[in-house]
């Protein structure tokens, strides 16, 4: 969604509040009305949507293939293990 320019509302559980920063409303996934409450920030504040979506094309760039690759590599010659070129 972030990657789309979609405003999000993510769950608090797990590597998403992580994942997500600043970018995205968060809210317990088993609280209804704290779920409620998020959907209705977003549909009514066009500005936070606005904050939300520049965040997210913002938070999406963190995990590109070329940073990715770059993250893994680095992973692997801290546990010292050489990659053959083009890997």
Same mark, same amino acid.
């Given at each position: @969604?972030m /990657?789309?320019?979609?405003?999000v =509302?993510?769950?608090? =559980?797990?590597?998403?509040?992580?994942?997500?920063?600043?970018?995205?409303?968060? @809210?317990?996934? #088993?609280?209804?009305?704290?779920?409620? !409450?998020?959907? *209705? /920030?977003?549909? *009514?504040? &066009?500005?936070? *949507?606005?904050?939300? !979506? /520049? *965040?997210g094309?913002?938070?999406?760039?963190? #995990?590109?293939?070329?940073?990715? !690759?770059?993250?893994?590599a680095? &992973?692997?010659? &801290? @546990?010292?293990?050489?990659?053959?070129?083009? /890997?």
């Open positions: @969604a /990657q789309l320019g979609v405003p =509302l993510t769950g608090s =559980l797990g590597s998403l509040p992580e994942i997500a920063g600043d970018a995205a409303l968060i @809210a317990d996934p #088993f609280d209804t009305a704290a779920i409620a !409450r998020g959907i *209705r /920030q977003l549909d *009514r504040d &066009a500005a936070l *949507r606005e904050e939300l !979506r /520049q *965040r094309l913002r938070n999406v760039a963190r #995990f590109s293939d070329e940073n990715c !690759r770059a993250m893994l680095a &992973a692997y010659h &801290a @546990a010292g293990i050489t990659l053959a070129a083009g /890997q």
